[in-house]
């Protein structure tokens, strides 16, 4: 089955770019989407079909996905960035997401 | 405004069973594909379920596949999971989401618990 490999967690300080990965073999043929998840909040979609930013979110976060390797950046990260994040693929129709990186700004 | 909103967790003992629902407003149902996704508490996001845009097609993953069921009323503009022979490890906070050209989850509801335990 496919897998998606996620840094358990990143740590940045304020105004600082964070850098969270998502590994999985070919990951550049597919399309990649992330999410943001706040505690006891419902995830939010933040990128998706790796470089497109939905309405609302801010131009610092950004997207790019080659080879074995797609990437979630956070420009100017502030306090408010802090959360989990998820990247999400399909593989045969079969949904498949990461485990989750903690993004702590500090 | 899209808005899904799920109903129908609760505590149920292993083996039991129990139907999830999700009411879609603001769009509808039969113009998007689904999928159920759920949290077990302190862990991850995992993919449940999804249906077509068409209703035609289910898929599952392989940890829930012959037990669980996707399904939607589209007079109701609702979305279904019913759970059958539940386990003490699909003890879980159960998302609805709605996938944009089948592909990502623009839209999520607030989430229904399931708890499994006797």
């Known amino acids: 089955s496919y897998e998606l490999t996620q840094p358990l967690s990143v740590s940045v300080g304020p105004g600082q770019t964070a850098i969270i990965t998502c590994g999985a073999k070919n990951i550049g043929s597919k399309n990649v989407h992330w999410y943001q998840q706040k505690p006891g909040q419902a995830p939010v979609l933040v990128m998706y079909r790796d470089i497109k930013r939905p309405s609302g979110i801010p131009e610092r976060f950004s997207g790019s996905n080659s080879g074995n390797t797609a990437t979630l950046t956070i420009s100017r990260a502030q306090a408010g960035d802090e959360a989990d994040y998820y990247c999400h693929v399909w593989d045969s129709s079969i949904g498949v997401l990461g485990g989750g990186t903690k993004l702590t700004v500090l | 405004e899209v808005q899904l909103l799920e109903s129908g967790g609760g505590l149920v003992q292993p083996g039991g069973s129990l139907r999830l629902s999700c009411a879609a407003s603001?769009?509808?149902?039969?113009?998007?594909?689904m999928s159920w996704v759920r949290q077990a508490p302190g862990k991850g996001l995992q993919w449940v379920s999804a249906i077509s845009r068409s209703g035609g097609a289910t898929y599952y993953a392989d940890s829930v596949k012959g037990r669980f069921t996707i399904s939607r009323d589209t007079s109701k503009n609702t979305l279904y999971l019913q759970m059958h022979s539940l386990r003490a490890e699909d003890t879980a906070v159960y998302y609805c989401?709605?996938?944009?050209?089948?592909?990502?989850?623009?839209?999520w509801g607030q989430g229904t618990l399931v708890t499994v335990s006797s």
């Open positions: 989401a709605k996938e944009e050209y089948g592909d990502y989850w623009g839209d």
């Open positions: 603001g769009f509808t149902l039969s113009s998007y594909a």
